[in-house]
């Protein structure tokens, strides 16, 4: 059970001393993946469309798939 919080008893702290190197290692992990995220953007093929594109043409469309296309 928790003692109370007027008591004389100081309260037990965890904690541990900080390592070396972590701090380093977290920043060059970071900037890698932020540059890894920078080349997939650049190397795109270009900006994002629909689920069935933004421009529909009518060049081989037939009235059988126009009554199918919305049935997915």
């Known amino acids: 059970m928790a003692s109370p919080p007027n008591s004389d008893e100081p309260l037990k702290e965890l904690k541990h ?3 070396p190197g972590y701090l380093k290692a ?25 689920h069935h594109g933004e421009v ?14 919305g049935k997915h």
């Open 26 to 50: 977290f920043v060059i992990a970071f900037a890698v993946m932020g540059l890894y995220l920078v080349a997939v953007l650049i190397s795109s093929p270009g900006p994002a469309k629909g």
């Open 17 to 19: 001393d900080a390592v």
């Open 56 to 69: 529909h043409s009518n060049e081989g469309h037939d009235e059988e798939t126009e009554k199918t296309e």
